[in-house]
């Protein structure tokens, strides 16, 4: 958009890195297998990872954030995979990322903008859009200062700009002022919802969402619940925009269900909205042998985005995939005041 970057195609290295000194640098999700997870996103992405390398490392090197030596073994696996992309699963500096570009001659994207690049393909609603270009824009904004040589120059001129005005000044104007009206854009898209759900309100009409880690099967149980037909995949992100179905609940009356977007390690939080239910269903895959790992993820971007306090039923989907002489696992925190249910929203075992 605003740099001077090497094209990228579909072909790539995926780099991971442990780090013995930086535990937040290290690229594991509290457990979760995240070069593994990357390379799913990858996939999602239409992105073929042919080659995976890593590399430990006390602290991440100012400059490149490995080693001389292993970039030179990246430099190999890229001309001998015919690559034109590398995939880091991790944040770079900007500084870092433009210094590998430059060495290695061809695209660097970090796992935040891999999942950014996945939610501008994939999102069709207006406000999905708007959500998914504002978070890339906030990205970006993040990134311009020290980031890319180009910004240095000075130009004259009039019209957009005044005379004299740097190229990073300027790129930083026109970013804050399509930031500022995408949100005047979402914050009439959030007047209407409100509006929507007064009116639920006045009726009695109350809202559950669906959450949990992607590929839970969420939008599966959504759609056994409702008779929806909401696409349902096997593969991460498979639900982007929020969809919303009535709900009759015996004894209790029409509610609206909602399915959300499922959460992931370094997942930008202001894709997920969730903070507007009375009730939470956090849909937990039960065959994965992350999942407490996984549900700490999903607990912790609750509480960062101020919905740790709605009331939550855990719901341990897929029982059908567990072996018949495992039994139904127990999770942390259910003797917390989380209910937790056992269901199969592919058989239908435990949704009534």
């Not at 005047?184 to 559950?208: D, F, I, P, S, Y």
């Not at 996984?294 to 995939?321: F, Y």
Request: glycine letters at 10%; a neutral charge.
């Amino acid at each position: 958009m605003f740099f001077e970057r090497p094209e990228a195609g579909r072909r790539a290295v995926l780099l991971h890195v442990t780090f013995k000194q930086i535990r937040s640098q290290a690229g594991t999700a509290d457990g979760v297998d995240s070069a593994a997870e990357c390379a799913e996103l990858a996939r999602t992405a239409g992105v073929d990872v042919f080659a995976r390398l890593g590399a430990s490392r006390d602290a991440p090197h100012p400059r490149w954030f490995v080693g001389e030596g292993k970039l030179e073994e990246l430099a190999g696996a890229l001309a001998a995979g015919d690559a034109d992309l590398l995939l880091v699963n991790h944040d770079l500096t900007p500084g870092q990322q433009r210094n590998l570009e430059e060495r290695l001659g061809c695209r660097v994207m970090t796992r935040t903008e891999l999942i950014l690049h996945i939610f501008a393909d994939r999102a069709r609603t207006y406000e999905g859009k708007l959500q998914v270009e504002l978070a890339q824009l906030n990205h970006a904004q993040s990134r311009l200062v020290r980031g890319w040589t180009h910004l240095d120059r000075q130009k004259g001129g009039i019209g957009l700009r005044g005379a004299g005005e740097t190229q990073l000044e300027l790129d930083q104007r026109m970013i804050s002022q399509r930031i500022k009206g995408l949100q005047k854009k979402l914050e009439t898209v959030a007047r209407r919802r409100g509006q929507g759900r007064r009116r639920r309100q006045r009726g009695h009409v109350r809202t559950v969402s669906l959450v949990g880690y992607t590929n839970a099967g969420k939008s599966t149980l959504f759609n056994a619940l409702t008779a929806a037909e909401v696409m349902a995949e096997n593969r991460l992100f498979a639900t982007l925009d929020p969809t919303m179905r009535r709900l009759a609940v015996p004894g209790v009356g029409d509610v609206v269900l909602g399915d959300t977007v499922g959460f992931i390690s370094q997942l930008p939080h202001s894709l997920v909205e969730v903070a507007n239910a009375d009730l939470l269903l956090h849909v937990v895959d039960a065959s994965a042998e992350d999942r407490e790992e996984r549900v700490a993820q999903v607990q912790a971007v609750l509480e960062e985005i101020g919905a740790s306090d709605i009331p939550t039923i855990m719901v341990l989907n897929k029982i059908d995939a567990l072996p018949s002489e495992v039994s139904v696992p127990t999770l942390p925190g259910q003797d917390g005041g989380a209910r937790a249910v056992p269901v199969s929203a592919v058989t239908g075992d435990g949704l009534d």
